[in-house]
Nanobody, 127 residues
Framework: QVQLVESGGGLVQAGGSLRLSCAAS????????MGWFRQAPGKEREFVAR????????SYVDSVKGRFTISRDNAKNTVYLQMNSLKPEDTAVYSC????????????????????WGQGTQVTVSS
């Protein structure tokens, strides 16, 4: 089992930027793809971005393409989400998650495919 701890959330004006971090411990971080999800009040949790174990393959939901960038540092067991040009509709609790299966290159976006979750960090974008 892996433990995940997110940080970096906060309150920002529309057009601003935030960088989220997710620190992992408990198993071989570099063997697992990592994902970022978000959940807004009254809505279901949705996929935001995913990065392959090596970091070479990145996937995004259409609504954040060109604004968000996912990256990872396997030496530091950390995955990041750089969020630029933030919009009020980006307001949500953001959580990182670890893939259920090691070394999976196929992109999966459903919560079922992720075995471990952080506690989440709140991102609020004011208009």
């Amino acid at each position: 089992q892996v433990q995940l701890v997110e940080s970096g959330g906060g309150l920002v004006q529309a057009g601003g930027s935030l960088r989220l971090s997710c620190a992992a411990s408990g198993r071989t971080f570099s063997n697992y793809a990592m994902g970022w999800f978000r959940q807004a009040p009254g809505k279901e949790r949705e996929f935001v971005a995913r990065i392959s174990p090596s970091g070479s393959i990145k996937s995004y939901v259409d609504s954040v393409k060109g604004r968000f960038t996912i990256s990872r540092d396997n030496a530091k067991n950390t995955v990041y989400l750089q969020m630029n040009s933030l919009k009020p509709e980006d307001t949500a609790v953001y959580s990182c998650a670890s893939d259920r299966i090691q070394m999976r290159s196929r992109v999966v976006v459903t919560t079922y495919e992720y075995a471990s979750w952080g506690q989440g960090t709140q991102v609020t974008v004011s208009s």
